[in-house]
């Protein structure tokens, strides 16, 4: 369901003052559900009204569905007869620019690679060159993952207008990615020698170009009065450079965006672009909010204020819920048997399952859920169909280890042979470990050391083959084995993830992996000792259906919404991510906040967070979100229509500051009062409500977690359980604590 689609069809006071806007540059700082394709089409209609030409207007959307989207409103909208001004993507922007100064003989004619076949080919002769004098580590860098990620770092040097040597050594791209700032070169002279560009050239190039030649840019400057951008905050460095240039000193820019909702800096946005930098690169510019949602009510306008509250670089702007709003339940929940309550609870109601969306930070923390819905025959669809459980390519062949352990046949069987021996990946090509596959299956036997078939294998890869092979020839052996401690064999047999990692081509990949690892052993160990029933649900197949419950990221989520949102794997460590090896820094937790606030401000009717329980603390961001404080504020609102304002006794909440502004903000009253710390009970007690003694508290912040054992408001004792080598292990570890304040431990 599209953003804005519940907007209101009057505008408020603050939709009207963006519309009226005199002169000047404008920044609009919209909040999730605020209406703002309702108020940017009023504002286009407004400036012809007011004589603008259609051709001196340019409107530019994030994505092609939102230009769609917004053409039709337009045209909807306006008077019969009127001509409309250009809607355009970055994109088409960039294509027709490249055609214009092609046809100016400022740029050379170049076709466009549009198909992922002819990029990999492209990245493959381009790593190849890279690597002319390290035959070794090419069967490695043509791997699809690391050419997909070497694809990922070529867009963003363009994106980002950098340097690629710079680029690599800021940004984290994971073990044996030397070879990609060579490979960059590599592919622009093939790009140029082929007469090729990538959608990322579309901008690039014609950006070089015109700020390289002050009589070019002239040549394209002068044509605009108005510039009206949405998704302001996503846009990255090339696209504003280019805005800038485009605009020139004579058009008014509008930019409408939310710096709370920036979640793509992996591919070069950046809050700041809406923040310091719009000022920065376009001068004095007046600043209007649009801080209504109309999208859900109090109770979620409230957790969606003190979830984002952390966060320094943010706008001061709170968001409040318009009259007339769905009265947004709020829930937490623990594990599966949460997800289908809430699920058989919704059906109940007569709602539809295809009314719900099913959201998690990651694609490895939907297998649970996968599995959770596979189980009771509950219909649900994924937004990208390759990330179904079964057709994952691990998933597939750690299924195929468990078969073997039960039928020792398989052992005769090149193809499963071939597939356990490849996945996780072993670094061989695959024609290679078909034919040694084929001879297993025939020999039972591992080749003489001087066979051919193992000739130009490196040493690592031959061990590595080999202990695969004896794991396969043991397997049978261990069936009685329940299916979880047969699975953990596996990935310790086989180094599952310290070869994720490697294989990687970006540290949160590896990470991910792994993570699907822990996932998939907590699976199995609900089963119990059926091992066979495990690997049917593995391998059960599944079409995506249309009456389904939705499953998607957070970051395929953005710009919709749903009457029921389920957040999966509020877990610390999966949302906030971060791991030891990879610990969160202040910029990185911010970024994780403001996904956070992007789901969960996705609901309209109701909202549920998920955690997983057990040895997974509940994530940080349930506690910060204050969900309960905005439940009870909205039913005392509720309650104060009929009772008058102010009445009753005083509501205490975690943040009467922040309640009392958003309250003032509505025209509303209650007396507030700020809420003593609760006892502790068994589970997670955050950072800053208590201190141990100095030695442990080292132990504990420098590589473990903390969860209340023993609840005694008088005597708390802590446990402390430490992540080693990606696996919580529980280290018997007690001691007591006191209890504090606000006071960071």
């Given at each position: 369901?599209?953003?804005?689609?519940?907007?209101?069809?009057?505008?408020?006071?603050?939709?009207?003052?963006?519309?009226?806007?005199?002169?000047?540059?404008?920044?609009?700082?919209?909040?999730?559900?605020?209406?703002?394709?309702?108020?940017?089409?009023?504002?286009?209609?407004?400036?012809?009204?007011?004589?603008?030409?259609?051709?001196?207007?340019?409107?530019?959307?994030?994505?092609?569905?939102?230009?769609?989207?917004?053409?039709?409103?337009?045209?909807?909208?306006?008077?019969?007869?009127?001509?409309?001004?250009?809607?355009?993507?970055?994109?088409?922007?960039?294509?027709?620019?490249?055609?214009?100064?092609?046809?100016?003989?400022?740029?050379?004619?170049?076709?466009?690679?549009?198909?992922?076949?002819?990029?990999?080919?492209?990245?493959?002769?381009?790593?190849?060159?890279?690597?002319?004098?390290?035959?070794?580590?090419?069967?490695?860098?043509?791997?699809?993952?690391?050419?997909?990620?070497?694809?990922?770092?070529?867009?963003?040097?363009?994106?980002?207008?950098?340097?690629?040597?710079?680029?690599?050594?800021?940004?984290?791209?994971?073990?044996?990615?030397?070879?990609?700032?060579?490979?960059?070169?590599?592919?622009?002279?093939?790009?140029?020698?082929?007469?090729?560009?990538?959608?990322?050239?579309?901008?690039?190039?014609?950006?070089?170009?015109?700020?390289?030649?002050?009589?070019?840019?002239?040549?394209?400057?002068?044509?605009?009065?108005?510039?009206?951008?949405?998704?302001?905050?996503?846009?990255?460095?090339?696209?504003?450079?280019?805005?800038?240039?485009?605009?020139?000193?004579?058009?008014?820019?509008?930019?409408?965006?939310?710096?709370?909702?920036?979640?793509?800096?992996?591919?070069?946005?950046?809050?700041?672009?809406?923040?310091?930098?719009?000022?920065?690169?376009?001068?004095?510019?007046?600043?209007?909010?649009?801080?209504?949602?109309?999208?859900?009510?109090?109770?979620?306008?409230?957790?969606?204020?003190?979830?984002?509250?952390?966060?320094?670089?943010?706008?001061?702007q709170l968001c409040l819920a318009a009259p007339g709003n769905p009265c947004t339940g709020l829930a937490v929940?623990?594990?599966?048997?949460?997800?289908?309550?809430?699920?058989?609870?919704?059906?109940?109601?007569?709602?539809?399952?295809?009314?719900?969306?099913?959201?998690?930070?990651?694609?490895?923390?939907?297998?649970?859920?996968?599995?959770?819905?596979?189980?009771?025959?509950?219909?649900?669809?994924?937004?990208?169909?390759?990330?179904?459980?079964?057709?994952?390519?691990?998933?597939?062949?750690?299924?195929?280890?468990?078969?073997?352990?039960?039928?020792?046949?398989?052992?005769?069987?090149?193809?499963?042979?071939?597939?356990?021996?490849?996945?996780?990946?072993?670094?061989?090509?695959?024609?290679?470990?078909?034919?040694?596959?084929?001879?297993?299956?025939?020999?039972?036997?591992?080749?003489?050391?001087?066979?051919?078939?193992?000739?130009?294998?490196?040493?690592?890869?031959?061990?590595?083959?080999?202990?695969?092979?004896?794991?396969?020839?043991?397997?049978?052996?261990?069936?009685?084995?329940?299916?979880?401690?047969?699975?953990?064999?596996?990935?310790?047999?086989?180094?599952?993830?310290?070869?994720?990692?490697?294989?990687?081509?970006?540290?949160?990949?590896?990470?991910?992996?792994?993570?699907?690892?822990?996932?998939?052993?907590?699976?199995?160990?609900?089963?119990?000792?059926?091992?066979?029933?495990?690997?049917?649900?593995?391998?059960?197949?599944?079409?995506?259906?249309?009456?389904?419950?939705?499953?998607?990221?957070?970051?395929?989520?953005?710009?919709?919404?749903?009457?029921?949102?389920?957040?999966?794997?509020?877990?610390?460590?999966?949302?906030?991510?971060?791991?030891?090896?990879?610990?969160?820094?202040?910029a990185r937790l911010e970024e994780e906040r403001r996904l956070f606030y992007v789901a969960i401000t996705r609901?309209?009717?109701?909202?549920?967070?998920?955690?997983?329980?057990?040895?997974?603390?509940?994530?940080?961001?349930?506690?910060?979100?204050?969900?309960?404080?905005?439940?009870?504020?909205?039913?005392?609102?509720?309650?104060?229509?009929?009772?008058?304002?102010?009445?009753?006794?005083?509501?205490?909440?975690?943040?009467?500051?922040?309640?009392?502004?958003?309250?003032?903000?509505?025209?509303?009253?209650?007396?507030?009062?700020?809420?003593?710390?609760?006892?502790?009970?068994?589970?997670?007690?955050?950072?800053?409500?208590?201190?141990?003694?100095?030695?442990?508290?080292?132990?504990?912040?420098?590589?473990?977690?903390?969860?209340?054992?023993?609840?005694?408001?008088?005597?708390?004792?802590?446990?402390?359980?430490?992540?080693?080598?990606?696996?919580?292990?529980?280290?018997?570890?007690?001691?007591?604590?006191?209890?504090?304040?606000?006071?960071?431990?």
């Open positions: 369901m599209s953003e804005g689609a519940t907007a209101s069809p009057s505008l408020t006071a603050e939709q009207r003052a963006v519309v009226a806007h005199a002169q000047g540059h404008a920044r609009v700082a919209a909040v999730a559900g605020a209406g703002k394709t309702t108020t940017m089409v009023a504002r286009v209609l407004h400036l012809l009204a007011r004589g603008v030409p259609p051709g001196r207007i340019l409107v530019l959307m994030f994505n092609r569905s939102a230009r769609e989207d917004f053409q039709a409103r337009l045209a909807a909208m306006a008077p019969a007869g009127q001509a409309l001004p250009d809607v355009r993507t970055f994109h088409s922007l960039g294509h027709r620019l490249s055609a214009s100064l092609t046809r100016w003989g400022a740029l050379a004619p170049r076709q466009l690679l549009t198909a992922d076949w002819q990029l990999e080919r492209l990245l493959r002769q381009a790593t190849l060159a890279a690597l002319a004098e390290e035959p070794e580590a090419r069967e490695t860098a043509l791997d699809a993952e690391r050419l997909e990620a070497l694809a990922h770092f070529c867009g963003l040097v363009k994106a980002e207008m950098a340097s690629p040597a710079e680029l690599h050594a800021r940004l984290d791209f994971g073990e044996e990615t030397g070879h990609f700032v060579a490979a960059f070169e590599h592919a622009e002279r093939l790009l140029a020698e082929q007469g090729l560009m990538t959608f990322a050239d579309l901008l690039y190039r014609p950006l070089r170009a015109l700020e390289e030649d002050a009589a070019l840019r002239r040549r394209v400057q002068g044509f605009l009065d108005h510039v009206v951008i949405d998704e302001y905050q996503d846009i990255n460095t090339a696209q504003q450079r280019l805005l800038a240039l485009l605009a020139g000193r004579e058009a008014e820019v509008m930019a409408v965006g939310d710096a709370n909702q920036c979640i793509y800096e992996w591919r070069g946005a950046h809050p700041d672009t809406m923040l310091e930098n719009f000022t920065a690169t376009f001068g004095a510019a007046h600043d209007y909010p649009l801080s209504t949602t109309f999208r859900h009510g109090h109770a979620l306008a409230l957790t969606a204020n003190h979830a984002i509250a952390a966060n320094r670089r943010r706008p001061d929940g623990q594990g599966g048997s949460a997800l289908l309550d809430e699920l058989a609870a919704w059906q109940r109601q007569g709602r539809g399952l295809d009314e719900a969306c099913l959201l998690v930070r990651s694609w490895a923390l939907s297998v649970p859920l996968q599995l959770a819905l596979l189980r009771e025959g509950i219909p649900f669809r994924l937004a990208r169909e390759d990330r179904f459980v079964f057709r994952l390519p691990l998933v597939e062949a750690l299924a195929g280890y468990l078969r073997l352990a039960l039928e020792p046949r398989l052992l005769q069987d090149p193809g499963h042979l071939a597939l356990l021996l490849a996945q996780p990946t072993s670094f061989v090509a695959r024609e290679r470990i078909a034919a040694l596959a084929t001879r297993l299956a025939e020999t039972q036997r591992w080749p003489e050391r001087h066979d051919p078939l193992l000739e130009g294998l490196k040493p690592h890869q031959r061990r590595t083959l080999k202990r695969r092979w004896a794991l396969l020839c043991e397997l049978p052996r261990r069936s009685a084995w329940p299916p979880a401690r047969l699975l953990e064999h596996v990935l310790e047999a086989v180094e599952a993830e310290k070869v994720l990692k490697r294989a990687a081509a970006r540290r949160d990949k590896g990470e991910e992996d792994v993570r699907l690892l822990d996932v998939l052993v907590e699976q199995a160990r609900e089963l119990g000792h059926d091992t066979a029933a495990f690997i049917e649900l593995l391998c059960r197949p599944v079409e995506n259906r249309q009456d389904g419950v939705l499953i998607t990221t957070v970051h395929g989520a953005k710009g919709l919404e749903w009457p029921l949102v389920l957040l999966a794997g509020t877990n610390e460590e999966d949302f906030p991510h971060y791991t030891r090896d990879n610990p969160l820094t202040p609901a309209q009717e109701r909202l549920v967070l998920l955690h997983d329980g057990g040895e997974h603390r509940p994530s940080r961001f349930i506690g910060e979100s204050a969900w309960q404080d905005g439940e009870r504020v909205a039913r005392r609102l509720a309650e104060a229509e009929g009772a008058g304002e102010g009445a009753g006794a005083p509501l205490e909440v975690a943040d009467p500051a922040l309640v009392g502004r958003y309250l003032t903000a509505l025209g509303r009253s209650l007396p507030l009062a700020k809420a003593r710390p609760a006892s502790p009970a068994p589970g997670h007690i955050a950072p800053g409500q208590f201190r141990v003694g100095q030695a442990l508290r080292h132990a504990v912040f420098g590589e473990g977690q903390i969860d209340v054992v023993e609840g005694d408001p008088d005597n708390p004792v802590i446990e402390v359980r430490f992540r080693t080598a990606g696996r919580r292990r529980l280290i018997a570890c007690r001691a007591p604590i006191e209890l504090l304040d606000g006071v960071d431990a």
